[in-house]
């Protein structure tokens, strides 16, 4: 039984392995910190102007996302919030959001914190393979 067990872990982490290529992208801190995952899309898809302000008690957070590529592409962004102490806020509840990016198409997206304790964020932006 322990064999079959194991046997199931190692398929189900070399099935993930395999598709961990397709979830990478691009991330951008609203610190200024870029973090590259996959260089290939990154040639691609670029993360600029990432900034922050305040709208009441909250923080919200844009960014531009760039086409490089003359052709459209499909691509999904989502906002992740931190508080001071660097702890998510709400990770769970915040969902990817697909766009289409036309060939060298700027688009600005914007997200609004979910509550008042958060204070940075990062924007991840990835390919997605689906239309």
């Not at 305040?54 to 531009?64: C, E, K, M, P, W």
């Not at 962004?77 to 509840?93: H, L, M, N, V």
């Amino acid at each position: 039984m322990k064999q079959i067990y194991t046997g199931l872990l190692l398929a189900a982490a070399l099935t993930l392995g395999a598709c961990a290529s397709h979830t990478a992208g691009i991330s951008v801190s609203s610190l200024g910190e870029t973090r590259v995952d996959n260089s290939s899309f990154a040639r691609d898809i670029g993360v600029e102007s990432v900034d922050a302000r305040r709208v009441g008690d909250l923080v919200q957070g844009s960014a531009l996302i760039v086409s490089k590529s003359s052709t459209d592409m499909r691509v999904q962004y989502k906002f992740t919030w931190y508080d001071a102490s660097g702890y998510t806020i709400e990770d769970e509840a915040t969902s990817w959001k697909s766009v289409k990016l036309h060939g060298k198409q700027q688009l600005q997206v914007a997200a609004v914190a979910p509550n008042a304790q958060a204070v940075k964020f990062d924007v991840y932006v990835r390919e997605t393979f689906s239309n």
